[in-house]
């Protein structure tokens, strides 16, 4: 633990007057993460990590606050029949596409056929939505009525994510998708111009219902994978803002740079195959929650952007649960003794599906060191980062863990869906009782008590069985000129911030 503890560099959010917003200025954005296509539906954008240009262009019928609760957005309001089979809404009005066409109740029912045809080309967030519709039924030009397969209380989050964001009727003639579609939204800004994993250059539009005037007159997404490059575009003048990596904070704020650490409904985790022989022992699992020294290890590779976590939720969620932190306290005495109890006298080997980057190279070396004090000899299986689906595949699949950097969703049911229900694990649910409480979940509406209960036993559930194994918390950390960007708060629901109302001070480029 001495080498982490050397590594320890503490960093807190720089502070500074904003200037004045310059409604004439572009905000210029060099992010981690690119954009393949502009296409919502497409599967490369169901990445939490890959949405920023995509709310920038294309609004949602629902949106959700800074918190991850459901606000208007295309549709003003909404309601649920008795048992949860209808969702009707009704549409802003006034609101238009960035052609001029009205975002009315046909051009709603014609993207939700388009999903329909699409199926399970889309990625799995815009197909979780559509698949859940039965029909959909035109009530007048503002009115939509979306008849639901079977009751679900999930639709006002899938409609504030890609399977609710819209696109103009006419790019969608002639069965366009992917890279063929021409993007055109309803979202604050409309696209000039895109460049295939390299750029993003929008306009603001001026039509767009929301009205505000300190919005920038454009907004330019840029890809850089490399995280210098990110921060050496700020200090040439080339961008006004980035995504840094958390390494580079104390290197930031020494240049005088402002730096913002906004935490998120994301975290480093890793999934845990509980169809293989001694992941699916609980002791074994248990063993690995006491053995992982969080706060050595966030404090050290964290660089003050992460907070040592045993669950999905920043504590600035709501659904956050302080308790759940004190369940499995760093002790690897207990975690040795936990190893023997599940059969292995002698120690434990598994093996460690491990993404080929210097970041998780990183973090995998320090838990590798922490875990072979408690017996859990690992071993890593060095893959390239577009295999991670060798994990997931179907048993037995590849790797006794994997880790992986988890994004927010829209729906916290959703979180658990994914992360640990038969949804998407092939190997299915470690006990049934999560799989019954998905179930019960989604069929109850956000409105409903009952729901955050459920929601509650499935965080309790999830940490009894270890259905999963959090490290620390991930933070989005920018850097910009003192003053140059406000109104960039955090976005819980997703990967990526919003930033359809982030401001450029005057005075900055």
């Not at 575009?233 to 913002?260: D, H, M, T, Y």
Request: aromatic share 8%; with cysteine; proline share 6%.
């Amino acid at each position: 633990m001495t080498v982490l503890a050397a590594m320890v560099m503490l960093a807190a959010p720089a502070v500074a007057a904003d200037r004045q917003p310059d409604p004439n200025a572009t905000l210029i954005y060099f992010d981690a993460v690119s954009n393949q296509t502009l296409d919502p539906r497409e599967p490369q954008n169901n990445s939490s990590f890959a949405q920023g240009a995509l709310m920038a262009v294309f609004d949602s019928l629902i949106r959700l606050d800074a918190s991850g609760v459901p606000k208007p957005g295309l549709a003003e309001e909404w309601s649920y029949n008795a048992d949860l089979t209808e969702f009707s809404f009704t549409l802003r009005a006034g609101a238009t596409f960035h052609d001029g066409t009205p975002v009315d109740a046909k051009a709603v029912a014609l993207n939700f056929e388009r999903s329909t045809a699409l199926g399970s080309r889309m990625g799995n967030s815009a197909f979780e939505t559509v698949s859940q519709i039965a029909s959909v039924d035109i009530l007048d030009d503002r009115r939509v009525r979306l008849k639901l397969k079977a009751p679900s209380g999930q639709m006002p989050y899938l409609l504030a994510g890609q399977g609710g964001m819209m696109i103009a009727p006419a790019s969608l003639a002639d069965n366009a998708f992917g890279g063929a579609l021409k993007p055109v939204g309803a979202g604050p800004y409309r696209v000039k111009s895109f460049d295939s994993n390299v750029q993003t250059i929008t306009v603001r539009y001026d039509g767009y219902w929301e009205k505000s005037t300190a919005r920038p007159a454009g907004f330019e997404h840029h890809f850089a994978a490399d995280a210098r490059a990110r921060l050496n575009a700020v200090r040439s003048g080339q961008a006004n803002l980035a995504l840094i990596e958390p390494r580079q904070i104390a290197e930031a704020k020494a240049a005088g740079f402002a730096v913002q650490i906004n935490e998120k409904n994301s975290t480093w985790e890793l999934g845990v195959n509980t169809s293989h022989e001694a992941t699916g022992k609980l002791k074994i699992r248990q063993a690995m929650m006491h053995a992982i020294d969080r706060h050595a290890l966030s404090d050290a590779l964290g660089f003050g952007a992460s907070q040592p976590s045993t669950q999905y939720f920043a504590s600035s969620s709501p659904w956050y649960r302080p308790d759940l932190e004190t369940r499995y306290p760093y002790d690897v005495a207990k975690a040795k003794q936990l190893v023997k109890e599940a059969g292995y006298p002698n120690g434990v080997d598994i093996s460690w599906l491990l993404l080929n980057t210097n970041e998780y190279k990183l973090i995998g070396e320090a838990m590798q060191s922490m875990l072979a004090e408690a017996g859990i000899r690992v071993k890593f299986d060095v893959v390239d980062v577009s295999q991670y689906t060798l994990f997931r595949r179907p048993a037995p699949g590849r790797g006794d863990v994997l880790m992986v950097r988890w994004g927010g969703r829209a729906d916290p049911l959703q979180i658990y869906q994914l992360g640990i229900g038969s949804t998407d694990l092939p190997w299915g649910a470690v006990v049934p009782e999560i799989d019954q409480l998905i179930d019960r979940a989604r069929a109850l509406p956000p409105s409903d008590p009952k729901r955050a209960a459920v929601l509650q036993r499935l965080a309790d559930v999830s940490s009894e069985q270890v259905a999963h194994i959090t490290l620390m918390t991930r933070s989005n950390v920018y850097a910009y000129k003192p003053g140059c960007i406000a109104n960039l708060p955090p976005y819980l629901s997703t990967g990526n911030d919003r930033i359809n109302d982030t401001t450029v001070g005057m005075g900055c480029k």
